[in-house]
């Protein structure tokens, strides 16, 4: 089966779906128009809509709106309203939705490539933090390899980057671990794709599984250790009720990306100046999350270990170039396999080459200073 025939029969199997739930089709497929400038636009997220992501979504949202002087308005719809989770993208393909929200890790499945635009796995094997990957983005030519993906999986589709997180924590463990022979007799949730199966590689027992079920799962014992993102959302998730020993080292997900996904009929009939705007809206995003980041994870740590007996600790030292090299060998296999997935990956160290001696040396300074100012406040 070719890949359209593919996105004809994903496109039949939701829209039959959507028909099955008794959802209008007519008012879900289009946008809405009330004027030839004026565009309601649906889009379902992978999350609830009280969460922080959503929430930083809508502000996005909101910019575009008074960018656009009110002609171009949203609703967000939460998980699974239209489709399920992981139709989320192929609904957008196919229109039933206008417009989806996620990280685009999520997407690995189509595309080996998605995963270094989502959460490029120990830095690209590179380096990159968040924000040298935006760096990259803007002005290294990772925007236009981003919007080149989506034709790549041959999807009619715009994306838009958003939200950039990172970095991750390790993960929270019942115990403290000295070394990785500590690290490999716990059953350790992570993300699935690369990042988690670089966790195999090292020995690490390994299971991917949503977030919401991860707290389930540690009371149950059906795993005994955790990752998910950063200190505001794990707090959110409770992990702290069961778990008291925090790693903030980690090398997994050294930078993750949130984006939205508009079906490209949708954004085509857009104005010029409503394309601006949500560039523009989606340029300021990329720093209201970084900011807003820093300043929540840091309000969050500092309520866990003061008010909930959470414990930092160092990550083992003989973690880092155990997971750096079995990531590194991961990301050469998906190179020799995959043309574009090498493209992107190339394009990532060739920036790297100029800019991370500068950035890592220039930082240097600021960690260790940061460092000595946090170890007085203990």
């Excluded at 308005?73 to 996620?102: H, N, Q, R, S």
């Excluded at 935006?134 to 589709?157: A, H, I, P």
């Excluded at 715009?158 to 950039?164: A, E, V």
């Excluded at 463990?173 to 699935?192: A, L, Q, V």
Aim: proline letters at 4%; glycine letters at 10%.
């Amino acid at each position: 089966m070719t890949t359209r025939e593919e996105s004809m029969s994903k496109l039949t199997k939701l829209t039959s779906a959507v028909a099955a739930a008794g959802v209008g089709l007519a008012m879900l497929a289009t946008p809405i128009v009330a004027q030839a400038n004026e565009v309601h636009i649906k889009v379902q997220a992978v999350l609830g809509t009280q969460t922080t992501e959503v929430k930083m979504l809508r502000d996005f949202m909101d910019d575009v709106t008074a960018l656009t002087g009110g002609d171009v308005t949203f609703e967000v719809l939460p998980a699974g309203a239209v489709v399920g989770v992981k139709e989320t993208l192929d609904a957008v393909d196919a229109g039933l939705v206008d417009g989806g929200f996620a990280w685009t890790h999520y997407w690995s499945g189509k595309h080996p490539a998605a995963m270094l635009f989502g959460s490029p796995v120990a830095g690209a094997g590179v380096g990159i933090d968040n924000i040298a990957f935006v760096s990259w983005f803007q002005f290294g030519g990772g925007k236009e390899l981003y919007d080149r993906l989506w034709d790549e999986m041959n999807l009619n589709v715009k994306g838009f980057m958003l939200q950039p997180v990172g970095p991750e924590a390790l993960g929270w463990f019942k115990e403290p671990i000295n070394s990785m022979e500590d690290f490999r007799k716990y059953r350790f949730r992570t993300p699935p794709g690369l990042p988690g199966q670089t966790y195999k590689d090292i020995g690490v027992a390994s299971v991917a599984m949503g977030g919401g079920d991860i707290l389930p799962a540690l009371e149950k014992g059906t795993i005994d250790a955790a990752e998910w993102c950063c200190p505001k959302p794990d707090m959110d998730f409770g992990f702290h009720k069961v778990l008291k020993h925090y790693y903030l080292q980690g090398l997994h997900q050294v930078v993750v990306n949130a984006d939205m996904y508009l079906n490209k009929d949708v954004y085509n009939s857009l104005t010029d100046h409503q394309k601006k705007a949500f560039e523009v809206a989606a340029n300021a995003a990329l720093m209201k999350g970084m900011s807003a980041r820093i300043y929540d994870n840091g309000k969050a740590l500092h309520e866990l270990t003061t008010k909930h007996g959470v414990i930092l600790q160092d990550t083992p030292a003989d973690y880092f170039p155990a997971y750096m090299n079995a990531a590194n060998a991961l990301l050469e296999k998906n190179s020799a396999e995959n043309e574009f997935f090498a493209e992107v990956w190339q394009s990532q160290k060739d920036f790297a080459r100029i800019a991370v001696p500068f950035w890592s040396g220039a930082q240097s300074s600021n960690a260790q200073l940061g460092m000595a100012y946090a170890n007085s406040l203990k």
